[in-house]
DNA sequence: CCGTTTATGCTCAAAGTGAGCAATACGGAC
DNA sequence: GTCCGTATTGCTCACTTTGAGCATAAACGG
């Protein structure tokens, strides 16, 4: 399951809402805004940070705002940290959540999601279809086609900030409300699509998810979230859990073992319900070789 | 040729040093940073920013040290904009400059660089030949190997940055001497490996650069730097800029044409200096049709 | 010892890619 | 006017990559 790092934050008016970790950063203490984010989080939450990389800034005006919640302007730099969770680590106030609790139309594990169908879809076709919809210069009716793969279109599993955005223009998700944008005045009771978080978080995650995803098809980030030794299995179990969708076996296999990102260990790996599987780990000197596969036009001659 | 909005800084002791153009946000005053962005760059240069995207944010300590010069902390958030230059428009201290004037290392339209051959590689074999150099995790010889294509290894044309920091590091470009890092000491007179800029703004412009070579693979915003109707050839060219290395013709044509990211116009255009070259126009509706073409895994079956 | 379950090996067709040959058509030189 | 150089455009062909599925191997539970 993946799962976000969140703090349970229980002074919130609606009962208590999840966020995420944040905190100041300032200059006088740390050299660099990465160290900066290490320090505060082990001493937050006592949890050394791996790998990490800027994600985005956020400073839109509003984005702090909540119900009667009037704050001061805020500009957040996000940054993206993978780690394993490791169970001895036990946190005072924060806890892990999985990501599908905040966006369970991402989750494509066990096939479409109902909540498609059944809630998103006709909600968004309505909105879509609303009168000086089509004025836009991108057609509602399109953006939806291509972000919730209706009609057709393949599902973009990167495109997580895009159907989160889309969701919350159409008024479908709780932050909309406190934003002014509320479907409820138009369609009667606002379903609960997905869990919502505090301030902007959601919006965050949503790019971080997206990032995520588009990242472990480029870069050998996955291997930070799995225990050095694995078998392919479990590294594709990881792969699906982050991407949403099922992954071909035996050709996953053959991805990972051509593209020498693996090497394995000697090992075997017992009782996984059937024939032994055979351990693998990360060969890093991957990185050395490959410059960074995924490349699209490459250089030719004249 | 690819160029770049500079503003020339005439304040400087050592004469007058091109930077990129920046300025304050102020979110009394702009809802979002990038409203500020465009307003603020409208009312500097007159220049009105098509596509703008965010690019990173610097802010380590020390990135505004300069000389003498002890300046307050500065968090700067890069936007990068891409446009045609319009001759029309006649700025007061901006001028474009060729990327190439920063960066002579990147441009392989003529093949190699010389300076590569020249200055570059034995100033960086030496470096790291150092001692002590092979205690790093990744040792400075990979690296250095890796990011300059030596022996064997492919140019990678996304890895501007990189190439640009293990310069810095080697003590290798002007920028380097006010953090402290000379290499005159060790090795004798520090050799112009292209222009120095302002502060940080050649490693911002490194970000840029190294964004936009990735970004064009996967997204069609090389047509924010074409006029309304081009030749294929024409296109070509514009990417080969860009990207650095030359292209393979016919395969290039096969590729845009079948991708759908163009469409003819029905016109040619003569005096090419042979044969007349039909034009072609942006297919819009390719936004529509394809996800986002680039993806490495894809969703199968079981 | 057999059936179930998972791991792993292999094949095959379809699509995509790198490279180059060849024909077309204009502009300029003679 | 004809020829030649140059650039555009069409096409082939071998090779690689990719999607999908069949088949076999090896533990485990009864």
Known sequence: EPVVLVIRNESDTAGATDGLPFGPFSPVQHRTLESGLRAWVHRQTGLELGYAEQLYTFGDRGRHAQLDDIAPHVVSIGYLALTQVKPSLEMQNGAWRSW?????????????PEILEETIEPRLREWASNRNAAAQPVSRQERVRMCFALDGATWDEEKVLERYELLFEAGLVEEAARDGRDASRHWGERPRLGVPMQYDHRRILA???????????????IFELMPDDFTLFELQRTVEAILGPHLHKQNFRRLVEGAGLVEPTGEVKMRTGGRPAKLYRFRREVLLERPAPGVRVKPGKV
């Open 207 to 221: 790019t971080a998810i997206g990032r995520v995803r588009a990242k472990i098809k480029y870069r050998p980030v």
């Open 100 to 112: 599908y609790h905040f966006f369970p139309w991402e989750d494509w594990r066990r096939g479409r």
